[in-house]
């Protein structure tokens, strides 16, 4: 057997494992991580129709917010945010599906709910994953979770109808930047293609994700790439979103996702990074790079990871100490790089 179809039957082999575990259990418990984003809220309600479609009792909690532009999203009340609702079946969940998480301990709060006879399914397309279940199903050279749910979906034999097929592709064209990331491989257009000719309203789902912020929105997004800091002979740029100005204008953090790439619409940069003051002492950085430049290495040296050109973390200091550690680490890699 050659190389990939070694692989690709290790994959088969994962995904009836998956369908088998499944297919014992009742009461299943779908998180994601804290601040859910389209990849983690699209995986988790396709999942959950085809968990529903086979009897299943399944619940669906995440901690944080859920982003304005997907509150028209169908069933996304589902997914529920508020701890107060985090209701424990009478006999108890019996198996957790967790998607993109490195570590159990991104969905937060929910954790509080898996016990240790639980079983758990680990899905993930993050570098570097702890393995924290019983089955773990990884694949970093997928675009999303939600291009992974797709092969699980199609394998299982279950009829992908045009709701699941939305979700689906919301999960892979919010995850590929609108199929701008080096992720967007022909695999990935294919599952895309075949799900928007399962209904898809390609240009109704596209304006409704990113042609639907409010003037404010706007004006403050305009602020704040305004203000932005360039270093390193400018092949470095720097935005900073704090809670205070979010709060002035009655917005969460979640409602200005995607501002990390006005960064990387300057030719010049290589490295974009986003810091925002989501708690006193504590910078949370978003990373975005160019080519060769890999800032999930950069993003492991501060608690954090995600993909070569898009990865996360934090430092534990205010937003300008944060920004002069990072710019210390970044200037090291392009003095190295020379
Ligand atoms: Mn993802």
Known sequence: MSATTKEAAAENKIIDDILELVNSHSNILLS???????????????????LKSLGKNVCLYNQGHIPHYFHGFKDIELIKVDPEEWKVPPDDFDLSIIFECTSIDR???VKKLVTDDMDIINIDHHLENTEYGKINYLDPSASSAGEMIYRILKKSGFKIDSDTATHLYTAILTDTGRFHFSS????????????????VDVKAL??????????????????????????LDGKVCFLTLRDAQLQERGLKYGDMEGLV????????????????????????????????????KVAQKFSG??????????????????????????????????
């Open 32 to 50: 994601s991580h804290v601040g859910p984003d389209g990849d983690s809220l699209g995986s988790q309600i396709a999942f959950y129709y085809y």
């Open 305 to 338: 990871g995600g993909h070569f050109n898009a990865a996360g973390c934090h430092i534990d200091a205010d937003l300008e100490t944060a920004k002069n550690t990072l710019l210390e680490a970044l200037e090291e890699i392009f003095r190295d790089d020379k």
């Open 206 to 231: 596209t304006d409704q994700i990113y042609f639907n912020c409010t003037e404010d929105q706007l004006r403050f997004t305009s602020e704040i790439v305004s203000k932005m800091e360039t270093y």
């Open 107 to 109: 969905i937060g709060d």
């Open 184 to 199: 967007t491989t022909p695999a990935c257009l294919h599952a895309a293609a075949d799900l928007v000719e399962k209904g």
């Open 261 to 296: 790439e006005w960064t990387m619409r300057i030719r010049k940069v290589q490295v974009g990074a986003l810091f925002k003051d989501t708690k006193p002492n504590f910078s949370k950085i978003s990373l975005r790079s160019a080519g060769n430049v890999d800032v999930c």
